[in-house]
Structure formats: structure tokens, C-alpha cells
Nanobody, 128 residues
Framework: QVQLVESGGGLVQAGGSLRLSCAAS????????IGWFRQAPGKEREFVAA????????YYADSVKGRSTISRDNPKNTVYVQMNSLKPEDTAVYYC?????????????????????WGRGTQVTVSS
């Protein structure tokens, strides 16, 4: 069992930055892949970014590529996503998810079905 708690969301003006954190417990972070997803009101949940167990491979949605950086601190059992140049369309609830199976490639990491555990989310609101 893996428990995930997101934090770092909030209200920010367009062009601003936020760093979201995902704290994991119940299993060593080095044994799980982590993905970030988001869901805006009235829309389906969509992939944002992901990172493999070692941190050597990262994946990003086109919508955030170049503006976001995902990283992990395995000793602290925490994964971060730094989001810069935020836009109103980034407004959503952001969820982190943990995958315990082994897989590879951007398709697998961006697929919700690859993840076994989910946090409750943190709200990000970007004002124009």
C-alpha cells in the first residue's frame, strides 16, 4: 500500500510559479514511478508529467513542456513538479499517482492505467 499526499497548490497570477510536492509513504520511493495528472472543471483528467524510479527519465505533456520540471528526492520520499509561466488554462486539481509495476516509454508513463495509487489532489488556480 502506498499513501500519497500532494501539497503546494494555491492561487497564483498568470506568469507566476508554483512547486507542487507529492509525499509518499508505505513503500520506498525508489521502488515506484510517479506521475502527475490534472483535472479541470468539466474536463477529463489528463497527464502532466512523470518520472521513473531512478529519476533518469522524465516525461511531459506538450501543454507543460518547457514550463515544468519534475524531480524526485528519494531519501525524502518526495517528488516535486516545478511549474513556471503559469496560464489560466493550468487551473485544475493536480493529482500525483504511484506505479509499482515496471514499464517503459512515454505512452506507459502518461497512461492513468499504469498507476496503482492516487493522492487526493491539490488545487491550482491561475488568475488572468
Amino acid at each position: 500500500q502506498v499513501q500519497l499526499v500532494e501539497s503546494g497548490g494555491g492561487l497564483v497570477q498568470a506568469g507566476g510559479s508554483l512547486r507542487l510536492s507529492c509525499a509518499a509513504s508505505g513503500r520506498a520511493l525508489s521502488s515506484i514511478a510517479i506521475g502527475w495528472f490534472r483535472q479541470a472543471p468539466g474536463k477529463e483528467r489528463e497527464f502532466v508529467a512523470a518520472i521513473n524510479r531512478s529519476g533518469g527519465n522524465t516525461y511531459y505533456a506538450d501543454s507543460v513542456k518547457g514550463r515544468s520540471t519534475i524531480s524526485r528526492d528519494n531519501p525524502k520520499n518526495t517528488v516535486y513538479v516545478q511549474m513556471n509561466s503559469l496560464k489560466p488554462e493550468d487551473t485544475a486539481v493536480y493529482y500525483c499517482a504511484a506505479g509499482v509495476q515496471y514499464y517503459s516509454g512515454s505512452y506507459a508513463y502518461s497512461n492513468e492505467g499504469s498507476y496503482d495509487y492516487w493522492g487526493r489532489g491539490t488545487q491550482v488556480t491561475v488568475s488572468s
